[in-house]
């Protein structure tokens, strides 16, 4: 069954420093998304990028994040400079239609940020 | 508005017993509602979804009943199992990319 990847599972990181996290969408799909989770709490949207470019975004995404595919099959999602309350599970997501219509979810990436 | 409120937090069940969660919404332009089921450790993976066109989807032991007057749509799981023990989201979308979620039910199946 096909599947959303991510990597790394868990990174740990120093305040300040930039991060990249990846993932694989499925590779038929076309919109992907970026959601966080802070532990113990509800999943919130981040970004939606759709046609290479970002179609919506949440008032959490500010201007140190951006996301990008950078070839046709990776698409990343980069902190400039983590601040401690950026920990979190970072959920990259795809789907084949717009409208989050069947939005699949990857593992998650850890973020620790110290 | 833009808010999904779900409840109960937490829930605990027999085996073989009716495990019942209830979200509600405000804005009645959300369009697509979708219930999520999450491990420990792992994503969210899509479980079940209805439109707002109709009033009961069903797949398996697993029911979604939709009050579009009421505001609101509750997941039924019928024979629970311990193996459904997880954490349960709705969620709602507004005919955009961006999914919006409540807060969680956290199952609890006993043998």
């Not at chain 1, 983590?82 to 239609?97: G, H, I, N, R, V």
């Not at chain 2, 833009?2 to 369009?31: H, M, R, W």
């Not at chain 2, 066109?53 to 609101?72: H, L, M, P, Y």
Request: hydrophobic fraction near 35%; charged fraction near 20%; charge should be neutral.
């Amino acid at each position: 069954e096909p599947e959303v990847t991510q990597t790394p599972s868990h990174q740990v990181t120093q305040m300040g420093q930039e991060v990249i996290l990846r993932c694989v969408p499925i590779s038929n799909h076309l919109y992907f998304y970026w959601y966080r989770q802070i532990l113990g709490q509800k999943v919130e949207f981040l970004v939606s990028f759709y046609n290479n470019e970002i179609s919506e975004k949440s008032e959490i995404f500010d201007d140190q994040f951006s996301v990008e595919r950078p070839d046709g099959s990776n698409f990343t999602l980069k902190i400039r400079s983590t601040k401690l309350e950026d920990s979190a599970m970072y959920f990259c997501a795809s789907s084949p239609l717009g409208g989050s219509t069947e939005a699949f979810f990857g593992q998650g990436t850890r973020l620790t940020v110290v | 508005q833009q808010q999904v409120k779900q409840s109960p937090q937490s829930l605990i069940v027999q085996k073989g017993g009716i495990s019942i969660i209830n979200c509600a919404y405000e804005n009645t332009a959300f369009d697509y509602f979708p219930w999520y089921q999450q491990f420990p450790g792992k994503g969210p993976a899509l479980l079940i979804a209805i439109r707002p066109d109709v009033s009961e989807k069903k797949e398996g032991r697993f029911t979604i009943s939709f009050n579009k007057s009421a505001k609101q749509f509750s997941l039924h799981i019928m024979d629970s199992q311990p193996g459904d023990s997880a954490t349960y989201f709705c969620a709602a979308s507004l005919r955009t990319d961006k999914l919006i979620f409540g807060t969680g039910t956290r199952l609890q199946v006993f043998p």
